[in-house]
């Protein structure tokens, strides 16, 4: 049966995928949700015989009915390919007694490259089904991880063009060269001279800007998004859910049917929401973790029934969980409110005037399925040593999150189920926190100067991502004002 996709607001008509991604946030600022989650129509035993792109396939097309099996296909082929360093795609791996998957062997070395490695794809299908002639423009502002994974996933493919805007003086040093270096004839990078909400409001107001839509329609262009509330995202990150319980129990760590949980590091609630529409669609999954780090919104989510972003935005180590407003979240107030729009919709008015908004008692009560704990900064240092002092295993300070507020639930609970930690970014990407919480005599050395000592005590190679850097050329040296972004626009679509 065919899946359409509402507002969580309610007042936009239902449409089918392929508009969904296209359009990308829903006309009255509430996210598309499909009117049903469809389940499984494979046992967990079949899924155990699959690789990663039919096991994609096999979640992908209950989600989007209005793409044919031959165009699915095509998409996942063209994604996951050997810009993956390891045929596996997601690899789970035994530490001490929890498994990790892998979500960081793309282009970009972090789990983003999941979705953006198929989104591009998944979108110019979409237009060609909906008889869009235009060329589509992905307009980005990025704190670092999210514009390198999109500008890799979007690069060289025909019929889009991708900008990227970035705070100048905003991003680490390695991201900086992660985009400036980035190739590719569609492509442009632009430093702002401001911060990333700067950045980011400039984006919003572009978007939503009457004469330059007109001016780009003239010229055969139309804007779309490539943010993380698009479906096209939320809905490939189904598949690694389903891939690593496939992957247990193809190698007889669990029995067919048994139940695992599972611990997200989260910013923005999409990784999470997958693992909860992966549980809804019948995949085996006891609790779902949700670890934050010192911006522990969630945290006293869960553990009230208020959302309040009222307070200090912490720096971590663990930047892109840097987040005080997870837009995802409003998928699972949509839920537990009964898929009830009008309530969602006045939840996130609160949200949007007061900052902040209680649940009621009832909705707090479908919260079982999800547990939510944080680690500080020092508590994730410290799980990154012992990780490596114990079992050699180097991880990054995101997944280090994670794995430290998974000791608290153990701790807490006394849960003895099987349990995987996802794991977001190559400690390539963040050197110097990982380097310094292993060891004090790093703290003062500069990223790419650890990077050859990591590859030493890690004993894993550095990634391609971050060995290319060194030599690669800048390509993109141009930076522009808070006001002068639509001029940008303009010159890279004249260019
Ligand atoms: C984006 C990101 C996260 C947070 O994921 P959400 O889907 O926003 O919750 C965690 N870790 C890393 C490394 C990321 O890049």
Redo the contacts with the bound molecule.
Sequence with gaps: MDIFYGSTRGSQERVPASKAILQGLAKDGGLFVPDRLPVFDRTMEAFAGMNYQEIAYEVMKLLLTDFTEEELKSCIGKAYDAKFDTPSIAPVKKVGGSYYLEL?HGKTI???DMALSILPHLMTTAAKKNHVENEIVILTATSG??GKAALEGFADVEGTRILVFYPKNGVSAIQERQMVTQQGKNTRVVGIYGNFDDAQTGVKQLFADEELAAWMRERGYQFSSAN?INIGRLVP?IVYYVYAYAQLLREHAITSGEEINVV??????????AAYYAKNMGLPLRKLICASNDNKVLYDFFATGVYDKNRDFVLTT?P??D?LV?S?LERLVYRIAGEDAQKTASLMQSLGQEGKYAITGKMEKQLSDFYGNYATQEECAAKIRSLYESFGYVT?T??AVAAAVYDKYRQETADQTKTVIVS??SPF?FTKSVMAAIDEKYRDKEDFALVDELEKIGKVQVPAAVAQLRTAPVVHDIQCGRGEMKEAVKAFLLS
């Design positions: 960081f972090a789990f983003k991880d999210t993380s990150q997200v590091p989260t910013g923005n609630f999409g990784n999470i929401l663990s892109s969980m987040i997870s995802n990054d995101h997944t977001t970014a990407k």
